[in-house]
């Protein structure tokens, strides 16, 4: 009875769980699912390019009942549902695996003090900032921890409230040329204040990707301003 869109099906073409596990590679242990605001935002979205890049299976996420249903459904066929936007995610296969993570353990102590500044600058917003095996070309993402309702889900129920969303975790693409170069600038001279501002627009871009407002227009107007008039 479920039917969904996904990454391999036409635009309003759908397709069973059933049908989803039978186009499934040996190695993959889930069925991927991303939660949005329609589907043209979660095929440009970050969260899939590395999905995107593997040709994997991803099952689109957008009516009001979507989430509610993958909460409770969990698992089929024994294959478990996994949210893109949720948790930790690693795409690496059986034989990437070894490489991969000397590559990340390489890049993470390569990003230490650059992380830790973001960390800070960021505290506000994020609860904890690392770099990310599901981006390709963007340069961050926002996510959330697997029991947590994803921003889509947040914001329906906060519909008529005000405060703060709560902090969530910012995803860092050590391939992005942006990430790097700033990575680069921070280590040169870590009082830089161009920091502050690239780190309210890694932040900020992050929030737009995903489809929720930014806290701080005014302010990210100006970085972004201020950026601008550096670049040219």
Known sequence: MLRFESSLTEKGKTTSLADYVTRLGSEQKEIYYLVGPNREALENGPYLEGFKARNLEVLFCYEAVDEYVMKNVREFDG????????????????EEKEETEKTLLEKQDEYKDFMEFLQKDLDSYVKQVRLSERLTNSPSCLVVEEHDYSPSMERKLRRGRTGPYPRRVLELNPQNLVVSRLRERHAKNAQDPLLHDAAGLLFGLALLAEGSELPYPIQFHRSASEMFSRAI
Request: net charge positive; glycine share 12%; no cysteine.
């Open 79 to 94: 294959k478990k549902l996994k949210s893109l936007g949720k948790g930790k995610i690693s795409l690496a296969s059986a």
